[in-house]
C-alpha cells in the first residue's frame, strides 16, 4: 500500500538530510523517483541540506499541479514509484490535496518533509493540510537544541539580529550567522519571552547584571 507521510521538525533538525537519504535508499532499490522542494535556502530548483549535500530538484510554486505533472511523466514513459516533497510547509493545501490523491488512486508513495508552525507558531497551511490527510506524521529524532540547552520546538524569526513577531509569513533565510534575515531555534520559554542567544549574552553581560552577581557573591 502507498503512503503519504510527513516527517516534520524544527530548522536544523535533519529534514533535508533524511529528504535525500530517503531518495537514495529507494534509487538504489531500482525504483524511480521525483524530488520537489521549495524556497530552498540554496536557491533555485535544488534540494540542499546544512550537512553541504544538495541534489538538482523541481521547484514548486503556486502554479504546480502534481498531480498532472505525474500524470504527463508516466504518458512520456517515466517510472513514477515516489516523491521526496522537502520543504512542504511552504505548498498550498490544494497541492497536499493533489498528493493524497497520487497516493490513493496511482499507488505513488509520498515523503514529505517540512517545519509544522511559523516564526508566529501559527501552523503554515500546507503543514496543517498534510497533519490532517497523512497516513502517518514523524516528528524527527535529531533534537535541535534552544542556547539554553532545553529541546527547542519553535522557529524565531529575526531581522538585522533582533527577533520579530510579525510580517510575511514566507521569507527566506538561514539559521546562524550575520544575515539580514535569519532564524533561530528556541523552546517555548524563550520563544515567549523574545530571548535569543545574542539577547541572552546581552543581558549576561550588561552592566547591571554583573553588578547584581557582584552583590550576590558579597552577600
Known sequence: ???????????????????????????????????????DRAGHAVLSSRLGLR?????????????DDVVQRRTRGERVDYLVCDEAQFYTPTQVEQLAQLVDEMGVDVYAFGITADFRTRLFPGSARLIELADRVEVLQVQTLCWCGARATHNARTVNGTMVVEGEQVMVGDTG???????????????????????????????????????????
Open 55 to 67: 541534489h538538482p530538484a523541481v521547484e514548486v510554486t503556486d502554479d504546480t499541479d502534481f498531480w
Open 177 to 219: 550567522g550575520a544575515v539580514e534575515i535569519g532564524y533561530e531555534v528556541l523552546c517555548r520559554r524563550h520563544h515567549m519571552r523574545r530571548m535569543t542567544m545574542s539577547v541572552a549574552r546581552a543581558v549576561a553581560t550588561s552592566p547591571q547584571t554583573l553588578a547584581l552577581g557582584m552583590d550576590d557573591d558579597d552577600g
Open 1 to 39: 500500500m502507498a503512503e503519504l507521510a510527513f516527517f516534520s521538525g524544527t530548522m536544523d533538525s535533519g529534514k533535508s538530510t533524511l529528504a535525500l537519504q530517503m531518495d537514495h535508499n529507494h534509487a538504489v532499490r531500482g525504483r524511480g523517483g521525483i524530488l520537489y522542494t521549495r524556497n
